[in-house]
T-cell receptor
Framework: LAKTTQPISMDSYEGQEVNITCSHN???????ITWYQQFPSQGPRFIIQ???TKVTNEVASLFIPADRKSSTLSLPRVSLSDTAVYYC????????????FGTGTRLTVIP | GAVVSQHPSWVICKSGTSVKIECRSL??????MFWYRQFPKQSLMLMAT?????????EQGVEKDKFLINHASLTLSTLTVTSAHPEDSSFYIC?????????????FGNGTRLTVT
């Protein structure tokens, strides 16, 4: 199982860029890296997914180094509404790896 | 796209009764759906994998006779908590993958808050 390690919590001021790093040292060749966001009393929401290098969409960027043993979710110019828990999952859909959630990172955006 | 609808969003029941939670994929088909439980301030814990047309696969420590799962179609899975007790009070969340999308991410419902009195 590709175990993931993230910081438990982070604080950031509004308008700043936030980078959350996830370590996944035993990632397998076929594994993808997927990030989710969860607000209190809601189900997680898909943010971004990538395999290598950099992926960008309308809400975030995902940076993956060449060895793929870690990944960094980058949230540009955060607002108060970005306060949430962020989870990274590693695996491929035909395997069970990316069904198991780690501790996640609780991001608090401060006015 | 890729919407998962979960119903009810909250339910209160008396100890000893059963509660059914529905999970529907609205705009995609899902061969498998997944049921999670989440306690306050904790991460999601996978309970079981629901397989369309066959038996569910339960994670270690999850009682299959207590948490009955049925996946009768490619868009609907149900979780029934039987003979509920206060310790079953939790936040239950379902998710599914779009079987037509390569390496589809998980799409989650908005969860069901179960309170057993």
């Amino acid at each position: 199982l590709a175990k993931t390690t993230q910081p438990i919590s982070m604080d950031s001021y509004e308008g700043q860029e936030v980078n959350i790093t996830c370590s996944h040292n035993n990632i397998a060749t076929n594994d993808y890296i997927t990030w989710y966001q969860q607000f209190p009393s809601q189900g997680p929401r898909f943010i971004i997914q990538g395999y290598k290098t950099k992926v960008t969409n309308e809400v975030a960027s995902l940076f993956i180094p060449a060895d793929r043993k870690s990944s960094t979710l980058s949230l540009p110019r955060v607002s108060l509404s970005d306060t949430a828990v962020y989870y990274c999952l590693v695996g491929f859909e035909t395997g069970a790896n990316n069904l198991f959630f780690g501790t996640g990172t609780r991001l608090t955006v401060i006015p | 796209g890729a919407v998962v609808s979960q119903h009810p969003s909250w339910v209160i029941c008396k100890s000893g009764t059963s509660v059914k939670i529905e999970c529907r994929s609205l705009d995609f088909q899902a061969t498998t759906m997944f049921w999670y439980r989440q306690f306050p301030k904790q991460s999601l814990m996978l309970m079981a994998t629901s397989n369309e047309g066959s038996k569910a696969t339960y994670e270690q420590g999850v009682e299959k006779d207590k948490f009955l799962i049925n996946h009768a179609s490619l868009t609907l899975s149900t979780l029934t908590v039987t003979s509920a007790h206060p310790e079953d009070s939790s936040f239950y969340i379902c998710s599914a993958r779009d079987r037509e999308t390569y390496n589809s991410p998980l799409h989650f419902g908005n969860g069901t808050r179960l309170t057993v009195t």
